[in-house]
């Protein structure tokens, strides 16, 4: 079961340079991100249990900076796509490695 919860704030910085500053951050944190023209989604944590992800969407404000809209969701490693035995292993393996 997906859960999520909603966050949403403002910055000073227009959404094409917030969306560059959130690019630069999400790397010196060593967190995965994907992003298009006014969306990312940031991989918050991964683990055994699933991924945690915030998915968000970059507006101009009223006031020349930006809106970021988002949600905070869970997704279990159990829901979506159909994983074998020894592929579910394989990332619990590799989570534990990676953890080192």
Not at 47 to 75: C, K, M, P, W
Request: aromatic share 10%; glycine share 12%; proline share 3%.
């Amino acid at each position: 079961m997906r859960k999520k919860r909603t966050f949403a704030f403002h910055s000073r910085l227009d959404p094409r340079n917030f969306g560059v500053r959130i690019q630069e951050e999400a790397k010196q944190a060593r967190l995965p991100i994907e992003q298009s023209e006014n969306a990312f989604n940031l991989r918050i944590d991964g683990n055994h249990g699933g991924q945690v992800f915030y998915q968000a969407r970059i507006s101009a404000d009223e006031y020349g900076g930006s809106l970021i809209e988002g949600e905070i969701i869970t997704i279990p490693w159990n829901e979506g796509e159909n994983k074998t035995k020894f592929q579910k292993v394989m990332e619990v393996i590799g989570y534990v490695l990676g953890g080192i």
